[in-house]
């Protein structure tokens, strides 16, 4: 088998028609191919890389044998397809057989006359994708962000690509070349002016409920922007991939600071996503249990608990010592089967355990922070002992 | 003597890829922006420079060998004809570490003012907080202190300085996106990190002869009064500028002042909560961040606080404790402590202990009963200066009644098991009370009365 011996390269096989056994039946073997044709880079499929190239074989009326063989690069065997351009109804594809211990594989293709034949050849690559990367600058006011989105080419497939066309499922092909242990970045999406929404999260399950007993730090409350898909967004175009995004905020001085960074999951066409970026150690949550009472017991003949109820009472006192207004969502969660007695505040019922309220807290005033109490009062129905 | 770490630099055609396009030669940066965040180890540099473009294709290489850059946040943008200039990519070329290379497309040809920004590790910041409490202990003057610190590998010379006060998200560490051998890794693979770029030799090498230097940029910077510190806020952060801009040389730290005020009413509170503190008093001194107390503008970062005390009037100084505190909102209170004490004394008691009211089940087994404890609380000030005493309670139960004798009778409930009682006591003075504790137990509990 003849194979470059360039370190790294798909020793493509190549041309030179070997004069083998039978006059009748050519061999070609692909080794440095007349030069590639086209090229596509195919990177909608996060999981796997598809290459496309297109080459010319110099065909033999009947039988043609074609070595397709590669060097230090990681090729599914199984993924490798053949398809005649020119005359496929005269161009056959008739077996494909693999030598022993080889990184290759022979087509045995008949032909109705001897030409040039433009093939393509598809196969996954390995070790060659892409990342998504978003970038954001939000306004002052944060109610909107420049989004711009990055597509990072990274080729460690041990194959150079001079020029090929690198498509993603949506958008203009970028026509690059990426050599070998090269990493590209470019830019494929910019939108300004894409509209978010600020929400901070108290989650009576993930965070303290009492700042006092954790003197040494502050207990900040999640913020996140909300972004959805759609076209009211100026987006909803494609889904939005998962990837790395860093928020930034303009400062008002021609400048920008950096406000935090997440990642998204995929995002279709009219979802939404929810970028954290940071705490908020301007809202602060005290929550406390204020009752824990047995009530309700029953008891069987020989005067056993068997069943009761308990009443409880959850206060909240939540302070926004920002100058701005804020919209909190607080998720309280009560186990078990219970009833709601009394809740000084809207709320409504995520799942069977969950409450999620949306408070509105005001500015803080001269007087001081802005200070709302959340009070619950509930009863865990037909507790057993 | 200055490396040249960041420096844009002509491409010395190491390719035939590139040998048809001309390299973009640019200066030194003009100006060079620092925005340090103490939360993270992370700071936003943003830098301008004006590159000489040509029309066509150009390509301008960035190189950082020996700093902490992170490779995955460089950009660069034109800061005049932008529609007309198009930046095609950022290639970080096989087989070399620490250099990108820009592909710009330009329709026009000349000077073109660029900003670059990238992140780099290094660069840190903290607050620190001097009080200097009056004789009397009502007032506190209270000065605060920055303190940034430049290791990051690169002197920043001029360097107009932000700091940023707030928690950021991020998910990975700059020094180690710094340190990655290709700047987004490889597909598949989850690191690996190097070692860090610079050797112990390296930097001693670098300390030397560099003390004139950064004294002598001091001299130049150094004001006829101390810069201020511009605050204000930004989304869930502070940003602090400092006025005008800051030499800071590698391996160099600086200090300074924040904010002074004079007088801060201060209240000298003694807590006593025996599952939090043990059988001591412990000292906190107590303000909060208002106009009342001469503060107010804006949050104070978290920091140390070293508390000393005038003692007599040539206005020596004693040294009363020190006290890390978190971030303190406008209009928050604030209470340091300042650690046990033994000059405020508290004693707790129990006097007495019954148990009554017992219910007996169908067998004649003990169903329910009550637990009747009397304490008593006895608390001395041996200061000469008034002290506000606040004592919490924790009962094991949420099933109990609180019922007072003696001198005391107010206490507020703060959760079901939790109970605090506050007293003022004046200089050199006792006081003391008792409570009684009653708790419930087992079939008691139904029948406990309202609490």
């Known amino acids: 088998m003849t194979s470059k011996s360039n370190f790294k390269l798909m020793g493509w096989l190549l041309t030179a028609s070997l004069v083998w056994t039978s006059s009748a039946q050519a061999r070609i073997k692909l080794v440095a191919l007349p030069e590639r044709a086209d090229t596509i880079i195919r990177l909608d499929n996060p999981q796997a890389t598809l290459i496309e190239e297109e080459r010319v074989l110099t065909l033999q009326q009947g039988m043609n044998q074609v070595d397709f063989s590669w060097k230090g690069v990681s090729i599914d065997v199984d993924s490798i397809r053949l398809k005649v351009l020119d005359h496929p109804e005269k161009v056959t594809l008739l077996n494909v057989s693999y030598p022993p211990n080889e990184a290759a594989l022979v087509w045995q293709i008949s032909s109705a006359q001897a030409w040039e034949e433009t093939v393509r050849i598809s196969y996954l690559l390995s070790n060659i994708d892409r990342l998504i990367t978003y970038k954001a600058v939000a306004d002052k006011k944060e109610t909107q962000l420049d989004l711009k989105s990055f597509l990072i080419l990274r080729n460690f497939s041990g194959e150079d690509f001079e020029q090929a066309k690198v498509l993603i499922d949506y958008g203009e092909a970028f026509d690059r070349g990426i050599q070998h242990e090269e990493t590209k970045q470019l830019l494929f999406m910019k939108e300004p002016k894409v509209p978010i929404t600020k929400v901070w999260t108290f989650d009576a399950r993930k965070l303290p409920w009492d700042p006092e007993k954790m003197p040494e730090r502050n207990i900040g409350i999640p913020v996140s922007y909300r972004i959805v898909n759609d076209q009211k967004s100026n987006l909803g175009k494609f889904a939005l991939w998962s990837g790395k995004a860093r928020i930034f905020q303009d400062d008002g001085h021609e400048s920008t600071i950096f406000l935090g960074e997440d990642v998204t999951g995929m995002v279709p066409v009219g979802e939404k996503t929810e970028l954290y970026i940071g705490d908020s150690r301007d809202i602060v949550i005290t929550q406390r249990k204020m009752r824990e009472t047995q009530i309700n017991i029953r008891r069987n003949t020989k005067n056993q608990m068997v069943l009761y109820d308990m009443d409880e009472i959850i206060t909240a006192k939540i302070e926004n010592f920002k100058d701005s207004p804020a919209v909190l969502t607080v998720i309280e969660y009560i186990p078990g089967e219970w009833k709601m007695i009394d809740c000084n505040m809207d709320y409504e019922k995520e799942d069977a355990n969950t409450l999620k309220f949306e408070i509105t807290l005001p500015a803080r005033t001269d007087d001081g922070p802005a200070a709302i109490n959340l009070e619950m009062q509930y009863h865990r129905l037909n507790i057993r002992p | ?451």
């Not at chain 2, 890794?185 to 770029?197: H, T």
């Not at chain 2, 000298?268 to 107010?296: A, C, I, M, P, Q």
């Open chain 2, 1 to 451: 003597m200055r490396r040249l770490l960041l420096p844009l630099v002509m491409l010395l055609l190491c390719s035939i890829t590139f040998a048809k396009v001309d390299l973009v030669t640019l200066p030194t940066r003009d100006t060079v922006q620092l925005t340090i965040y103490n939360s993270a180890d992370l700071t936003l540099a943003r830098e301008s420079r004006a590159l000489t473009l040509k029309q066509g294709l150009n390509k301008l290489q960035f190189s950082w060998a020996n700093t902490l850059i992170d490779p995955t946040s460089l950009e660069m943008l034109a800061l005049s004809n932008a529609d007309k200039i198009d930046i095609f990519d950022l290639t970080f070329p096989p087989r070399v570490r620490e250099l990108g290379l820009w592909n710009i497309q330009s329709g026009v040809s000349g000077k073109v003012p660029v900003e670059i920004s990238y992140f780099t590790s290094g660069l840190s910041w903290r607050a620190f907080y001097m009080g200097t409490l009056a004789p009397d202990e009502k007032t506190m003057r209270l000065q605060g202190y920055v303190r940034v610190s430049n290791n990051s590998g690169e002197d920043y010379e001029n360097a107009q300085t932000r700091l940023i006060v707030g928690k950021v998200h991020i998910l990975d560490e700059i020094a180690e996106l710094a340190r990655r051998q290709y700047p987004y890794g490889r597909p598949g693979e989850v690191g690996p990190y190097l070692p860090a770029a610079v050797s112990m030799e390296e930097k001693e090498m670098r300390g030397k002869g560099r003390r004139m230097m950064a004294m002598e940029a001091m001299d130049m910077a150094m004001p006829a009064r101390p810069k201020e510190i511009t605050k204000e806020g930004l989304s869930e952060y502070f940003l602090y500028t400092i006025e005008g801009t800051e030499t800071i040389l590698n391996g160099w730290s600086k200090r300074l002042p924040s904010f002074d005020t004079d007088k801060i009413p201060v209240v000298n509170l003694y807590k006593y909560e025996l599952e939090r503190f043990g059988e001591s008093v412990v000292r906190f001194l107590s303000f909060k961040n208002d106009t009342e107390h001469e503060l107010g503008q804006t949050p104070i970062p978290g920091g140390m606080l070293k508390v000393y005390r005038t003692v007599d009037a040539e206005k020596h100084l004693s040294y009363e404790g020190q006290s890390a505190f978190k971030y303190i909102p406008v209009d928050e209170d604030v209470e340091l402590n300042l650690g046990a004490v033994t000059n405020v004394v508290l004693e707790a008691k129990l006097m007495d202990y019954s148990t009554d009211n017992y219910r007996f089940d169908y067998k004649l087994n003990v169903w329910g009963w009550d637990e009747i404890r009397t304490f008593k609380i006895e608390v001395k000030n041996t200061r000469e200066v008034p002290v506000r005493v606040e004592i919490k309670r924790n009962f094991d139960t949420s099933y109990w009644t609180l019922k007072e004798s003696g001198a005391y009778g107010a206490y507020e409930k703060v959760d079901m098991d939790t109970v605090k009682f506050t007293l003022e006591l004046p200089a050199r003075s006792k006081k003391q009370f008792q409570y009684i504790l009653t708790t419930y137990h087992g079939k008691r509990q139904e029948e406990m009365p309202a609490n």
